[in-house]
């Protein structure tokens, strides 16, 4: 991958949100306090897992793996960005670039499975709930999360493989903050047909194959809530999926817009603002959507700080 019959180039140029210095400035600000909030927010929820043995259901399991997903997935761009917002040379080695590609599609391809997977956990709990601990157990539930990953790695090594040995050797500024697709093949110095219908084709199969669960789940879930016969038992019943709900809304409707689409409707200026939404946005958003209405959560938490605050005073 990239020796010297395939390509001159060594580092590549991310021309990144802005070039205009005093908005970078800003810019720089307000990411690194977004990116602070994420990692404080889903550090958080992991700990709170850790230390409130109530909490220890399927359900909170896979939104710790989430969690910590998350936290490596901002971690993948926004560091970068930030460097890049106060460097002079926004550069990244041809090796670095293609880490960050494979870091970045590993991560979004496993949250995509490891969402379905916390569909599929409601669906069981609302339809299935006298056998939700049966089915829902501790082996299922790693074997569920292990997947998740496996689909994401195998996703990640093939886009990562075909992307790299193409040959790059003419322009080198790569129209992103990071280490995207779509603006690294426009800078191949070859026919790119090929890479962007495979590139269409898995993300069918990830994106779209795991948003269907989720559907068919959603679908299940709505005809059971529907049998319910209080209004109270309904409210409940739809009240344990809005969270789940509320973030898979933001990350695949921004998902699917982004890389399902016909190349010739690419905007580059519009993609890199699509991409901060589920890059950036949705990881600092999940710790708030999924504790704010949970009063599990609100109780573990409360517990927590007891805690914390009694060892401090000790």
């Given at each position: 991958?990239?020796?010297g ?8 140029i ?13 810019l ?5 306090g ?116 496996m ?14 040995t ?16 779509p ?51 309904r ?13 898979v ?49 609100k ?16």
């Amino acid at each position: 991958m990239g020796n010297g019959n395939h390509t001159s180039i060594t580092v590549f140029i991310l021309v990144g949100l802005s070039d205009v210095p005093q908005t970078q400035i800003l810019l720089f600000f307000l990411f690194l306090g977004i990116y602070v909030i994420s990692l404080l927010g889903n550090i958080s929820i992991i700990l709170i897992y850790i230390f409130c043995p109530s909490l220890n259901t399927p359900m909170f399991f896979c939104l710790t793996n989430l969690s910590f997903l998350e936290i490596c997935y901002i971690s993948s761009t926004v560091p970068k960005m930030l460097f890049d917002f106060l460097a002079e040379h926004k550069t990244i080695s041809f090796y670095g670039c293609a880490v960050q590609m494979y870091c970045f599609l590993l991560l979004g391809s496993t949250e995509c499975y490891i969402l379905a997977t916390m569909a599929y956990d409601r669906y069981n709990a609302i339809c299935h709930p006298l056998l939700y601990r049966v089915i829902m157990n501790q082996r299922v539930c790693i074997c569920l999360i292990f997947g998740s990953w496996m689909i994401g790695a195998v996703n990640a090594v093939i886009q990562t493989a075909l992307t790299f040995t193409l040959p790059f050797c003419g322009a080198n500024k790569v129209n992103h903050f990071f280490c995207d697709i779509p603006p690294v093949l426009e800078l191949a110095c070859a026919d790119t047909w090929i890479n962007e219908v495979i590139v269409v084709a898995i993300c069918g199969c990830v994106i779209v194959g795991s948003f269907m669960l989720i559907i068919i789940s959603y679908i299940c879930i709505f005809c059971t809530i529907q049998n319910i016969s209080l209004v109270s038992g309904r409210k409940k019943a739809f009240s344990t999926c809005l969270s789940h709900f509320m973030s898979v809304t933001i990350f695949y409707g921004s998902g699917i817009f982004m890389y399902m689409r016909p190349k010739s409707s690419y905007s580059m200026n519009e993609d890199r603002l699509i991409a901060v939404m589920y890059t950036i946005i949705a990881p600092t958003l999940n710790p708030f959507i999924y504790t704010l209405r949970n009063n599990d959560v609100k109780v573990g938490v409360t517990r927590m700080l007891r805690q914390t605050l009694k060892c401090c005073l000790e």
